[in-house]
C-alpha cells in the first residue's frame, strides 16, 4: 500500500521522502550526540573538585579527557590554565564555551529548512496534481471519465499527506533538539560558576 501510495504521488512525493530520511538521520544523530555530552554535572564537579584538593591535578586532566561533553572540556581548560590566575582560567571557559554550543547545534538549521519547506514541496506536488487533472480534463472533455482523473488526484492528495508526515515530526523533533541543547548549556553555565567559586576557594585556602 505505502509503494503504491510512493509511486502514484509522483516526483515531488520522491523528493519529499528524501526530506524526510536527512530529518530522521540528522534527528537519530544529534540525539545520540546530545545523549553523550549531557552529564551528572553536579558529581561529575564534586569528583574533580576533590581529585584537585588532593593536589592530583594530572589525574583530574586524564578524567576530564575521558568524559564527553562540553562541562568536561571546561574543567579541563580550568584545571590546566589555573596558576594562571581567574582572569585566564574564566576566558579559557569562555573560548571552550564559544566553539562548544555551535557544536552543540550543528545541523539543526537544515533541520529546521527541512520542516519549513516539505509543506511547500506538498503544495507543489498538489499544484502540479491538480494542473494535471486539469488538463486531463481539458482533453477529455465531453468524454470525460471518473478514472481520467486519477492520476493528477493522486499526485495532489499523497504529495500534500507526505508532506505534513515529514513536517511536523521533523518540526517537533527540532524543538526537542534544542530544549535538550538548552539544558547542556544551562549545565555549563551552573559548572561555569561552580569552578570560578572553587578556584576562588582554593586560592584563598593555599595563601
Known sequence: MLMEWITKGGPMTMLILVCGLIAAWIVMRRLLELHRAQIKTGD????????????????????????????????????????????RVQRAMEEVALSEIPRLERLLPLLMTIAQITPLLGLLGTTLGLMDTMQTAGIKAPLLHAGDLDGGLWVALVSTAFSLVVAIPTYAAHNLLVSRIESVVLDMERAFGEILLFLSRLEQEEK
Do not use: D, Y
Open 44 to 87: 561529575f564537579l564534586k569528583g574533580i573538585f576533590n581529585v584537585v584538593s588532593r593536589g592530583n591535578l594530572v589525574e583530574a586532566v586524564s578524567i576530564c579527557e575521558e568524559t564527553p561533553g562540553p562541562v568536561a572540556q571546561m574543567v579541563r581548560v580550568a584545571v590546566l590554565e589555573q596558576k594562571q590566575g581567574r582572569e
